[in-house]
């Protein structure tokens, strides 16, 4: 009985890696191969710097909504006062806010006033909302307190207002500058109410990455906004920061517990959560769109290896009936085509890692070339195009594009190892 040949011996390679270099007269098959190692690397390119833009916007997004609001919000439920008039807010958010914060997890409770005004300057109008809140709770609100990308003094809160850059720049103020702030819940009198004016010392402007609090909000001291919202002695809502807000589920009931009755909960997931499945749908779609992508370019590698087979028809013929077995034959034909996906995915791999690293002067680029204004903040809601690259999107890229190469390369391989050496030799 005839000694078996050891799988992938060295001849299979050395045959397979002179097919891979077509000789001139076999210009066919090398143009075939660039194209699909090119194919392949733009393919896996693509995928790669989709998913890392999405990660990066997904990362930005989520980290502008923890850094900038509650991640969790107590409110009340609609209550009536001893003169049987609506009243919605907390009268006792003190003793509720001290509740909270014995709750394990949680880092910060505030108590908070809200209010929608007309913030007025150097003849200028804009729409704002403005939180009432403590200055730790201020500082403890990271993309707008200690530590945010912000100008000013922050120890003289007590005495002014914060307010986003967007609207800083709307207005045309800056630090130590004053904002009229119009409310149109102001004064009760005989003739009705009256419009509320009063004038604030600008203290601090930040800018915590998203273009819609950047553009309309402002930070208030919690006991000035009682008395400018005529809310002495109640907090419209209680919020509380967490450790780890991205498993808020597991606060929950702790936290409802500790509010007392009549609070109710709103927390972050739930306020964006349509958002976050909106991307989650749209990663899902891009992935298999570019999946497809993979396929086709993968498929080149068929095209090239058929070629190659019916070039080589004379050879395996011969090499047939010098003893090479049929796994022998499918093995040399199989590597001529896994080699060119790995070599194509290897490629694309490297430019979609550097594409990633790189987004910010790639994207400045682009940017430049075609004017400005590819990225609008009012509409994307972040400042800049981000991408963050993780090795389970590298991994998942790889393993689809080495998967289908080599599955696909099986088909004409089968095709050479079964040829009848007979018929192969029969004009030659």
């Not at 999405?54 to 006062?81: C, K, M, W």
């Not at 298999?288 to 070629?307: C, F, Y």
Request: net charge neutral; with cysteine; proline share 4%.
């Amino acid at each position: 009985m005839a000694n078996r040949t050891a799988p992938f011996a060295p001849f299979e390679w050395m045959i397979a890696w002179r097919y891979l270099r077509a000789r001139r007269a076999e210009g066919g098959v090398s143009v075939m191969t660039w194209i699909s190692l090119i194919g392949i690397t733009l393919a896996v390119f693509a995928l790669i710097a989709t998913l890392s833009v999405r990660a990066g916007f997904r990362a930005e997004f989520v980290d502008t909504i923890l850094g900038s609001n509650a991640h969790v919000s107590v409110y009340p439920a609609q209550g009536v006062d001893e003169e049987g008039r609506p009243v919605r807010g907390f009268t006792d958010y003190a003793e509720r806010a001290a509740a909270l914060e014995r709750v394990p997890g949680v880092i910060q409770v505030s108590p908070v006033v809200r209010g929608q005004v007309m913030a007025s300057a150097n003849g200028v109008a804009r729409g704002a909302d403005v939180y009432g809140i403590s200055p730790e709770g201020l500082r403890a609100t990271r993309r707008v307190g200690e530590g945010a990308d912000a100008y000013g003094e922050l120890d003289r809160f007590p005495q002014g207002i914060a307010i986003g850059s967007g609207l800083a720049r709307d207005l045309g103020v800056t630090v130590g500058d004053r904002l009229r702030l119009i409310s149109p819940d102001g004064m009760k009198t005989a003739f009705g109410t009256s419009p509320r004016v009063n004038a604030y010392e600008v203290v601090w402007i930040f800018t915590a990455g998203r273009y819609d609090i950047d553009q309309t909000r402002v930070y208030m001291p919690l006991v000035e906004a009682q008395s400018y919202f005529n809310r002495e002695g109640l907090a419209d809502e209680i919020e509380v920061m967490v450790a780890d807000p991205d498993h808020i589920e597991q606060y929950q009931d702790a936290l409802l517990g500790a509010a007392g009755q009549g609070a109710l909960l709103w927390t972050w997931q739930q306020s964006s959560g349509s958002f976050l499945k909106a991307l989650t749908i749209e990663d899902n779609v891009m992935f298999v769109i570019l999946s497809v992508l993979v396929l086709i370019a993968t498929m080149n590698i068929v095209s090239g290896l058929i070629m190659l087979v019916k070039n080589k028809g004379r050879d395996i013929g011969i090499l047939r009936t010098m003893g090479l077995t049929e796994g022998s034959v499918l093995r040399v034909f199989f590597i001529c085509g896994a080699f060119t996906g790995i070599i194509g995915t290897a490629m694309g791999v490297a430019l979609g890692c550097l594409f990633a690293i790189y987004v910010d002067p790639i994207f400045s680029f682009v940017n430049y070339v075609s004017g400005g204004g590819v990225w609008d903040p009012s509409i994307r809601g972040i400042y800049a195009l981000p991408a963050k690259l993780q090795a389970g999107d590298v991994m998942s890229a790889v393993v689809l594009s080495l998967g289908l190469s080599f599955v696909v390369t099986i088909f004409p391989a089968r095709r050479a190892a079964r040829m009848n050496p007979v018929e192969a030799l029969r004009y030659e």
